[in-house]
């Protein structure tokens, strides 16, 4: 029986087949993600350099000396690795935990692939059992507050935590999300959100899911 990190690992250690030579890899953020860094040192040879959601993320790579450039110092993203706190039969995706959604979003919009690289427990029938984080201008808390509320959502401070961007967190609970792709939308339209963490426009193109019995690749 492997741990959730075992799996986790295996799905990062899958990932490496999918990144071309020479090429600048986007590189998400998370526990996963920091298990793929650690395998992405091992081919850095073949890497251009990479594109990071996080300071964090940046920091990893750097220490492993594997060059790390600002989004708009690239020409392009052929592909971009990051995981996921929810995964739908979709691919639409709940993003966010640890904070770094807008970045992201940003980066994985702007990849011309995105593999979402997760174990089994990730994988949902419908979106909204895990918080959905909301990035917030701070002088809006309370407005989008209230906002979420209307819309059945029970939002939540994330306490003391300030994104790499300098907003809040709003952490919303008990939201059955049945439409992702209206949701995502409906999200963006309240004034001083700046993100949430519906990943659905852009969704996955690739999902590499591992389970105890092995990888699986969701199209
Ligand atoms: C960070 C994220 C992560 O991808 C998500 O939280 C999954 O993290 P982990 O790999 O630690 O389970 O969206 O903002």
Redesign the pocket.
């Not at 993003?95 to 959604?101: I, M, R, V």
């Given at each position: 029986m492997l741990t959730q990190n075992q799996l986790?690992l295996e799905a990062a250690r899958k990932a490496l087949a999918f990144i071309p030579d020479d090429c600048i890899v986007g590189v998400?953020?998370?526990?996963?993600?920091n298990l793929f860094i650690e395998e992405l040192a091992t081919i850095k040879g073949r890497l251009k350099g990479a594109v990071a959601s996080?300071q964090a993320s940046a920091d990893r790579l750097k220490a492993h000396h594997i060059p790390v450039y600002d989004l708009n110092a690239v020409d392009g993203v052929p592909v971009y690795i990051?995981?996921?706190?929810e995964i739908n039969h979709y691919l639409h995706m709940i993003?966010?935990?640890?904070?770094?959604?807008t970045r992201?979003k940003i980066l994985g919009t702007a990849s011309d692939q995105f593999i979402c690289i997760?174990d089994e427990s990730?994988y949902v029938d419908v979106l909204g059992s895990f918080p959905l984080?909301v990035e917030v201008v701070p002088m809006a808390r309370s407005f989008v507050a209230r906002e979420l509320v209307k819309l059945g959502g029970h939002p939540e401070l994330r306490d003391g935590f300030i994104t790499d961007n300098g907003n809040i967190i709003l952490d919303v609970h008990g939201m059955k999300i049945s439409k992702p792709v209206e949701m995502e939308g409906i999200l963006n339209q309240i004034a001083g959100v700046v993100t949430n963490?519906l990943f659905a426009r852009r969704r996955a193109d690739v999902l590499l899911l591992a389970r105890q019995n092995g990888i699986e690749e969701i199209r």
């Open positions: 986790k998400g953020s998370g526990s996963t993600v996080s990051d995981g996921a706190d993003k966010g935990g640890g904070g770094a959604l992201e997760a990730k984080p963490g």
